[in-house]
C-alpha cells in the first residue's frame, strides 16, 4: 500500500515537472513574440515622435520663407547658429531638436530660396536625418511680389 | 500517532497539476493583451501623424498653385493697367471673362475676383482678390483679401431613414 501511493506521488512529480517545463517552453515563446510586439510600439512612436518635430519645424521655416523678401541669409533670424552657404541655409539639430552645432547633429534642415525673375521666388525646406542622411519631410513653395504701376516688364 | 500520519498524507498539495498552465495562460493573455494594445497604439498615432503631415504638404502644394495663378493674374491686371488705365476695369473684366481663370464680381464699388485650388479629396483652398482702384495702387493691383482652406464636396442633409409603411 506505501509503495502504490510512493508510485503516485511520483508519478504526479513527475507529470507537475512535464507541465512546468511545457509552461515556461510556452512562455518563453510568447514572451518573445510579445517582445518583439513592444519594440515595434516603441519604434513606432520614436517614428512618430520624429515626423511630428519634422512637420513642425519645417512648417515653420515654411511659414517664415512664405514672405516675399526673405532669403537663405535671412533664415539666421529664425535660427542664429545657423550656417549658410550661398542660396541655402543649413540647421542642425540635436535629438531633441535643440539646435547644436554639425559634429553633434541628429537632424539638419536645408532651407533653400532660388530667385526665379525679380518678382518670383521659389524655397524649400526639408528635414534630413544625419546618418544616415534620408529625408523625413519636405515642403516646397513659390512667393510672388506683386507688381505696381511703377513696374515696367 | 497514524491518524495524525494519514491526514499528513491526504492534505492537498500546494501546486496542483494543471494550476501552473492556467496562471500561464493567465499571464500570456495579460501581457499579449498589453502587446496588442501598445501596437495598436502607436500605430493609430503614426497613422495620424502621416496625416496631419500629407494635409500640411497638401496645403502648400495648393498654396503654390494659387500663387502661381496669381502671378498670371497679376501679370494680366499690370499689362491691362499699363495698356489703358482709363479703361481699367473694363478691360479687366473683358479679359478675365475670356480666359475663364477666375469668377468675377465688378457689380460692387470694389471689383473681386476669386478662385479656388484643389487641396485634397474634399477640401480647396480659396483665394478672394479684391483690385484696387486707379491711383491707390502703391501696393499692387490687389489685395488678398481671404485665403482660405474650404470644403469642396457639399454637405447632403438627407437623414430620411426608411421606415416600414401601412
Known amino acids: 500500500m506505501n509503495e502504490l501511493s510512493k508510485n503516485t506521488f511520483s508519478s504526479r512529480s513527475s507529470l507537475l515537472l512535464m507541465e512546468i517545463i511545457l509552461s515556461i517552453l510556452f512562455f518563453s515563446l510568447a514572451g518573445t513574440v510579445c517582445l518583439q510586439m513592444f519594440v515595434k510600439a516603441k519604434l513606432l512612436e520614436q517614428d512618430t515622435a520624429e515626423l511630428d518635430m519634422a512637420v513642425r519645424y519645417v512648417s515653420s521655416a515654411a511659414e517664415f520663407l512664405n514672405q516675399p523678401e526673405r532669403t537663405a541669409e535671412s533664415v539666421a533670424i529664425l535660427y542664429p547658429a545657423a550656417s549658410v552657404e550661398g542660396n541655402t541655409a543649413f540647421v542642425w539639430f540635436k535629438k531633441d531638436f535643440s539646435s547644436c552645432s554639425q559634429k553633434e547633429a541628429c537632424y539638419r534642415l536645408e532651407i533653400r530660396v532660388l530667385q526665379e525673375d525679380t518678382h518670383t521666388a521659389v524655397w524649400s525646406a526639408v528635414l534630413y536625418t544625419e546618418s544616415p542622411a534620408e529625408e523625413i519631410y519636405r515642403l516646397e513653395g513659390t512667393v510672388y511680389q506683386p507688381y505696381t504701376p511703377q513696374d515696367r516688364h | ?166
Open chain 2, 1 to 166: 500517532m497514524k491518524a495524525k500520519n494519514n491526514s499528513r498524507k491526504h492534505s492537498i498539495p500546494v501546486i496542483n497539476t494543471g494550476s501552473v498552465s492556467l496562471l500561464m495562460i493567465f499571464i500570456v493573455l495579460c501581457i499579449s493583451m498589453f502587446a496588442a494594445l501598445s501596437v495598436s497604439g502607436a500605430l493609430t498615432e503614426y497613422r495620424y501623424s502621416q496625416k496631419i503631415a500629407q494635409h500640411n504638404q497638401d496645403y502648400y502644394t495648393a498654396s503654390d498653385t494659387a500663387v502661381k495663378r496669381l502671378k498670371d493674374i497679376d501679370q494680366l491686371l499690370h499689362d491691362i493697367y499699363l495698356q489703358d488705365p482709363e479703361h481699367y476695369y473694363d478691360a479687366v473684366e473683358k479679359q478675365l471673362a475670356m480666359t475663364a481663370s477666375a469668377e468675377t464680381d465688378f457689380s460692387s464699388e470694389e471689383p473681386s475676383l476669386s478662385y479656388e485650388v484643389p487641396l485634397g479629396d474634399a477640401q480647396a483652398l480659396k483665394v478672394v482678390l479684391t483690385l484696387n482702384p486707379p491711383g491707390q495702387m502703391e501696393t499692387g493691383y490687389y489685395r488678398i483679401t481671404s485665403w482660405q482652406e474650404i470644403p469642396s464636396s457639399t454637405w447632403n442633409g438627407d437623414d430620411s431613414l426608411n421606415l416600414m409603411t401601412f
